[in-house]
């Protein structure tokens, strides 16, 4: 459980907005789609090199997309809040862990 | 199918070498588990927004490192040989398209 | 300039903390003396590729450093007290903007 | 000095080609001018992070593109033609030392 999750046992638990789930769920859901394809073409043996690294950029550029709906939900819901709350040190902090060096 | 797969209408057709195959397949098998494990997370109403983007992040980290077999593979097998078949123009282009903007 | 920057009007005035500012100045004056290097590098003749791939990787590392200190200074002294302001729709979706397809 | 660079002792030198270096030289004079004006913005008081941070995002881009330029250069004059000289499996271990991770 990470520190800003339970905002200093002030008993506060942050959960993702049911929102951000489900469309980042749709989307890595059809990423998974997408990576069981490349999976196939794999077993195939006269796959292309270029035609797998084309296949897994698609399936990273859905996975980024699924990435920012979570971000935009944390930044809506639980950092745009943290003054409130009183836990912006750690919010930021652990947001910056998930994003540097990315 | 693209231009440097057939070069040029010689009849050489280029697959991807099989250990870089297996290895790649091997790696997005363990990335394929490792998204499904993100897909049932959403599933549960309390997950945190930073636990999903940190799971996305390794899983993330697994594609890349996938892509870089298949691209080491490429490089190996038919970019460096590229000058004896007679390609080399169409074959860079074709990666150049595949890696730029990355 | 940008909405939040004026948070509807309200006269509200966000601006960069000075900590910040001075710690991403003093990176990317780092940063622009190996720019130069790198330049110098290609005003001569006997450059090889790799080097030259090699320094320019360090000068987007420096400059993704300076950019995670703008970005922690934003999180923390505009974004975690948008709540507060009553701007965090807008400032979440001005942030989004920059982060996002990076 | 790299390994590919004195393809092993052979006395072959491989230099980057010089339309690459001028083309990357022309890229880089203009990130850095915009870098210069990225600086010159911190040392003003009231600048604000977003706008940093967009202006970061856009000399990055510069420099992905000159990196392009290069890679291109490189995959082109020296990596395609490595079979023919003979350091194929040099020349590519050094150049997945610059890629990968990226």
Redesign the interface.
Known sequence: M?P??MTQGKGI????P?D??ES??KR??V??GH??G??RM??E??????????Q??A??GA??K???V???????????????RGD??E??A???G?????
Chains 1, 2, 3, 4 share one sequence.
């Open positions: 990470s800003a999750h638990h942050l959960c993702m049911s951000a789930r980042a769920a890595l859901a990423a998974k990576l069981e490349v999976l794999l077993g043996g006269d796959v292309y090199c270029v035609d797998v690294m084309r897994l950029k399936v990273m996975l980024d699924a990435r920012d979570v971000l935009e939900g944390h930044l809506r819901n639980h950092v745009a809040t943290a003054q409130t912006g040190q919010i930021v652990e947001l910056m998930v994003l540097k060096y990315r």
